[in-house]
C-alpha cells in the first residue's frame, strides 16, 4: 500500500515549456486535490476532482489544467510554464470531503 | 467563499511549556476542523481533527477546541518536545450535501513553531 505518489520529484523547466505532474492512489480514494505550497503562502487549493472523470476549479486554477481518466490518477498539466509557477505541488486524496487528506511527497518546480 | 485565518504565523516555545494556536472561519456552515503537521521537507499529515457535534477533543498532548458560535478553533499542544517543531496549519470545510460545489478544505496560512531547548 504506497498510499498517494507524485511523479516527478524535482523538475526544471524553462519559461513556455509545457509538462505534466501524475499523482497516483492506491486507497481507492473518491476525492483528489492539487494544490502549491509557497512559503508565507500555506497550501492554495489549484484544482479537485470528486471523482472519475470529474474535475472543478480551486483557489488558484489560472495556467493549470487537469485530468481523472481514471479513479486512482489524477493529473497536473502546465501547458506554457512560467516563472510565478515555481513552487512545491502536492497532490492529496480523501474519502471524502470531511474525511482525511493523505498527501504525496510534492514535487518541487523550478521555472526559469 | 470559506476565509480562514490562523495566528500567529510564527510561535517560540521553551521545550515543556504548552503552545497554541488559533484560527478564525467565515463560512458558518463549515463543521470539520482538521489540523495537519508539516516537518521541514516533507508532507503534510494530519494531527487531529474536531466536527461541530463536540467542543473539544484530546489526543495525549494534542487538543483541539472548537467555538461554533464565534468560529474559531484552537490547537493546544502541552509539554512541548523538539519533535513538536514543525509548521501547522488549521483547515475548515463543509459536507457536501449542505453547500454542493464546495467539496473542498480551506487552509490556513501556517504556524511555523520552534521548540527551544
Known amino acids: 500500500n504506497a498510499g498517494v505518489t507524485q511523479t516527478p520529484k524535482f523538475r526544471v523547466l524553462k519559461t513556455g515549456q509545457s509538462m505534466t505532474l501524475l499523482c497516483a492512489q492506491d486507497m481507492n480514494h473518491e476525492y483528489m486535490y492539487w494544490y502549491r505550497q509557497d512559503p508565507g503562502m500555506g497550501l492554495r487549493l489549484i484544482h479537485y476532482s470528486v471523482g472519475e472523470g470529474t474535475t472543478a476549479k480551486g483557489e488558484v486554477p489560472d495556467g493549470y489544467n487537469v485530468s481523472r481518466l481514471k479513479k486512482q490518477n489524477f493529473l497536473l498539466g502546465l501547458e506554457s510554464a512560467a516563472p510565478s509557477q515555481t513552487s512545491v505541488y502536492f497532490c492529496?486524496?480523501?474519502?471524502?470531503?470531511?474525511?482525511?487528506?493523505?498527501f504525496g511527497p510534492g514535487t518541487r518546480l523550478l521555472v526559469l | 467563499g470559506e476565509n480562514v485565518e490562523q495566528h500567529p504565523s510564527t510561535l517560540s516555545v521553551q521545550e515543556g511549556d504548552s503552545a497554541v494556536i488559533k484560527c478564525t472561519y467565515s463560512?458558518?456552515?463549515?463543521?470539520?476542523f482538521p489540523w495537519y503537521k508539516q516537518e521541514l521537507g516533507k508532507r503534510p499529515q494530519l494531527i487531529i481533527d474536531i466536527r461541530s457535534n463536540v467542543g473539544e477533543k484530546k489526543d495525549q498532548r494534542i487538543a483541539v477546541t472548537l467555538n461554533k458560535t464565534a468560529k474559531h478553533f484552537s490547537l493546544h499542544i502541552t509539554e512541548t518536545q523538539p519533535e513538536d517543531s514543525a509548521v501547522y496549519f488549521c483547515a475548515a470545510s463543509t459536507q457536501p450535501l449542505l453547500r454542493f460545489g464546495n467539496e473542498k478544505l480551506t487552509f490556513g496560512t501556517g504556524t511555523r513553531l520552534t521548540i527551544i531547548p
Open positions: 492529496a486524496s480523501s474519502l471524502s470531503v470531511g474525511e482525511t487528506q493523505y
Open positions: 463560512d458558518s456552515a463549515s463543521n470539520y
